[in-house]
């Protein structure tokens, strides 16, 4: 199976995710709207919009809000269009970073991550550029010692899941196949085992050495991403020593 992107680590232990309610708000919003266009608003028939709807109750998401981002993505309610781009390029010491957005201006929302690429030391590419670098994973997460592996494990495989795997710092991480996602989401559900989140992914199939001149730039870069309000997620592909990374991120 593919590697681990190590962001996903990192923007946990720093904060950097949706650290402002308002913030983690209006990214569950706009992936409500998406899904809401895309696959319609009954969530028993949208799989996608369903995943949406959980996170944005974990995260204790007015009612109303929920429902008023799923009329906005049907049209019943006015608004701006949502459309989803993904975009690409390269950090410092030549990591490639793939970038998620949901925008209703994606002339602005590229302005604005170009310049933020360029002020860190990296630079936007083509579509195409770093993605072949890239597995798309459906992704399941479980905080320490919620779950044992091995009932984890149990579970994952019956319900025909790819991988499980124990992080360095303790989470089990449940890959799937895109397509498998929603199905093993459910299994989970089944039998009470709710993950800290699930989602897609983008596992990186190789990873690029980063040293201390480069990393605290890259990590600045990476959260300056991760905060722009119209990103959803950011992957990348760095390898960076488990010591200096904790030593950077508790700064």
Not at 108 to 121: M, N
Not at 126 to 135: H, K, N, Q, R, T
Not at 142 to 148: A, D, K, N
Request: charged residues 30%; hydrophobic residues 35%.
């Amino acid at each position: 199976m593919a590697g681990h992107n190590k962001w996903s680590k990192v923007k946990n232990i720093k904060g950097a995710v949706d650290a402002k309610r308002s913030k983690m708000f209006t990214k569950i919003t706009k992936e409500i709207m998406v899904s809401s266009r895309i696959g319609g608003g009954n969530p028993d028939t949208n799989a996608r919009l369903r995943l949406a709807i959980q996170s944005a109750r974990e995260a204790s998401m007015p009612k109303d809000n929920i429902e008023r981002a799923i009329k906005k993505g049907t049209g019943e309610l006015g608004g701006e269009a949502i459309e989803e781009v993904t975009y690409e390029g390269y950090g410092p010491g030549g990591v490639a970073i793939l970038v998620e957005t949901t925008s209703d201006n994606k002339n602005r929302t590229v302005a604005d991550l170009r310049s933020l690429f360029k002020s860190g030391g990296g630079n936007m590419g083509e579509s195409g550029s770093v993605s072949w670098m890239f597995d798309r994973v459906g992704q399941l997460v479980f905080e320490p010692q919620t779950f044992s592996e091995d009932k984890i494990m149990e579970v994952a495989l019956e319900a025909g899941a790819q991988d499980v795997t124990t992080q360095s710092d303790g989470t089990i991480e449940v890959l799937t196949a895109t397509a498998d996602l929603y199905r093993v989401r459910d299994a989970f559900d089944k039998v009470q085992m709710a993950p800290a989140s699930a989602s897609f992914a983008y596992i990186p199939k190789t990873s690029v050495p980063v040293d201390r001149e480069k990393a605290e730039q890259l990590l600045e870069l990476l959260d300056n991403l991760e905060d722009h309000d119209d990103v959803q997620k950011v992957h990348a592909n760095f390898d960076i020593d488990d010591k200096l990374l904790a030593e950077l991120t508790a700064k």
